[in-house]
């Protein structure tokens, strides 16, 4: 299984990005996707995850400004991460786990958020 992020750049405070993340290869049945972040010098945390046929969870820092959605076709997730601050600065990687073969990671992806 292999996962494509892409969607990261530069934004200022109070604006926008969107990440896409597909999934390609031997998927037998998807039962999370999601994004993991981790800014400089700090762990790996939850952003948001979705299960199959379920709603999103998210970290309490980003609920009512982030929506994490599926297209379970595409094996794609999308997180819309609007008024973005700058504690919002991480590397962001897609997160998924297959019911057959176990988890997998993105390559991650860029997000800076300048003040």
């Known amino acids: 299984v292999q996962l494509q992020a892409s969607g990261g750049g530069l934004v200022q405070a109070g604006g926008s990005l969107t990440l896409s993340c597909a999934a390609s290869?031997?998927?037998?049945?998807?039962?999370?996707m999601g994004w993991y972040r981790q800014a400089p010098g700090k762990q790996r945390e939850l952003v948001a995850l979705i299960e199959s046929g379920g709603s999103a969870n998210y970290v309490d820092s980003v609920k009512g400004r982030f929506t994490l959605s599926r297209d379970n076709y595409k094996n794609a997730v999308y997180l819309q991460m609007n008024s973005l601050k700058p504690e919002d600065t991480a590397v962001y990687y897609c997160?998924?786990?297959?019911?057959?073969?176990?988890?997998?990671w993105g390559q991650g992806t860029q997000v800076t958020v300048s003040s």
């Open positions: 290869g031997s998927i037998f049945n998807i039962n999370v």
């Open positions: 997160y998924l786990a297959e019911q057959m073969s176990g988890v997998y």
